[in-house]
């Protein structure tokens, strides 16, 4: 009895021995976790700390806990008097009005998902907004929103876009000069020239030309991007627009011996509110590269109608089409396809960026289909004002 007693007690023991072996094994581990996770959180708020963009995170009652540096200059706080408050309460000042209008949706008091939004701070400041929602589940799990300060991408663009404006309006003048004595030298003002001679002024005057269209491409870029391009918009019939361009380009067809389709509307379309003079170069310019980019006998077809609350215009050729991998990038500045240079070595690149940005002035879309070798469809959308629809 004495010997199953003394077993039993150093059972216990045993027994003991591990459970708190055990134990220690589990603290230490525990120990070795939060020391982990005190580590990555240093790790985290250095990185924070260092960011050159600006970054706040909202918890799900949109509280701030966690800030880096450069939204204390964004907000013009300390620090203390952001972490833990509410986000709507720290607009208290005008100069924030257009970027508490962006991210909070006050009807329904919550944050907008916003995704590479552009704003000014006052004179003070360009930022492009991000928000990114964070999920937990079932519930949301907070906001994380990131400012990237672009203020000194834009100073550097205006000065771009005052530069090419300033250079274009200095080219402009003396290349008209010249257009005009090649003109009254070529038509015999000045006296008689041999036909050498004037077959060498004609290809200069077509040079000459050719450096005024690329000047004017340049100051509507500038006008663009200056926020001034459209001067006088007016309520105006698009089939006459349309109509006047493709009659003005039959003899360029005729030499490349195309053929073209207008397919007017079976009925008259409503009026749309539009610069005449801008819209007329959006449609020749589309017009243009259909008939440039598509090689000799080949058609081209031009239809316009009316779609619910839009006037559609579409331009369909058969030509080379643009390339898969360049799609991306056709509405952008200077950009031409590696296809389209080969066969046609002039050209600004600047046709469609400066289309695309008459469109969007409009309010309207431009978008495109195309396959490389077969050819290309441009469509765009003019919206109708309301009080123009007709049901």
Do not use: C
Not at 209 to 219: P, Q, V, Y
Not at 314 to 342: C, L, S, W, Y
């Amino acid at each position: 009895m004495p010997e199953k007693m003394l077993n039993f007690t150093e059972t216990k023991e045993d027994e003991l021995r591990r459970v708190r072996a055990a134990l220690l094994n589990i603290l230490e581990d525990t120990e070795e976790a939060r020391r982990e996770a005190v580590r990555e959180r240093n790790k985290t708020m250095a990185i924070i700390e260092n960011l050159t963009d600006g970054i706040f995170l909202l918890n799900n009652k949109n509280e701030v806990e966690i800030i880096s540096p450069l939204v204390l200059d964004f907000f013009k706080k300390k620090k203390e008097e952001i972490i833990g408050k509410n986000i709507v309460d720290l607009f208290d000042n005008e100069e924030l009005k257009e970027f508490k209008e962006l991210l909070i949706d006050s009807k329904k008091g919550r944050i907008n998902k916003v995704t590479k939004k552009e704003i000014s701070i006052g004179q003070r400041m360009d930022i492009e907004v991000y928000t990114v929602f964070l999920e937990e589940g079932q519930e949301e799990g907070g906001v994380l929103i990131i400012l990237h300060d672009v203020t000194r991408d834009k100073l550097i663009e205006r000065m771009k876009t005052e530069f090419v404006s300033i250079a274009a309006h200095q080219l402009r003048t003396p290349l008209s000069a010249i257009k005009w004595t090649l003109r009254m030298v070529i038509d015999g003002e000045t006296g008689d020239i041999t036909s050498e001679q004037k077959e060498l002024l004609e290809k200069t005057y077509v040079s000459n030309e050719r450096m005024i269209s690329l000047i004017n491409d340049l100051l509507n870029v500038s006008k663009i991007e200056e926020g001034r391009f459209l001067y006088k918009q007016e309520m105006a019939s698009l089939e006459e627009i349309v109509s006047i361009v493709v009659d003005s380009s039959q003899e360029l067809l005729k030499m490349k011996k195309m053929k073209i389709s207008f397919d007017r509307p079976k009925q008259i379309l409503p009026q749309v509110n539009i610069d005449k003079e801008k819209m007329e170069l959006v449609v020749q310019n589309l017009l243009e590269n259909a008939v440039k980019y598509t090689p000799e006998g080949g058609e081209i077809n031009i239809s316009l109608e009316k779609d619910k609350n839009d006037i559609v215009f579409k331009i369909k050729d058969t030509g080379v089409g643009i390339p898969e991998v360049q799609k991306e990038r056709i509405f952008t500045k200077f950009f031409r396809g590696d296809n389209v240079i080969r066969m046609e070595t002039e050209g600004s690149g600047l046709g469609l960026y400066t289309t695309k940005n008459i469109v969007d002035a409009h309010n309207g879309k431009i978008w495109f289909d195309s396959e490389e070798g077969k050819g290309t469809t441009f469509v765009f959308s003019i919206p109708i004002p309301n009080q123009s629809i007709d049901q």
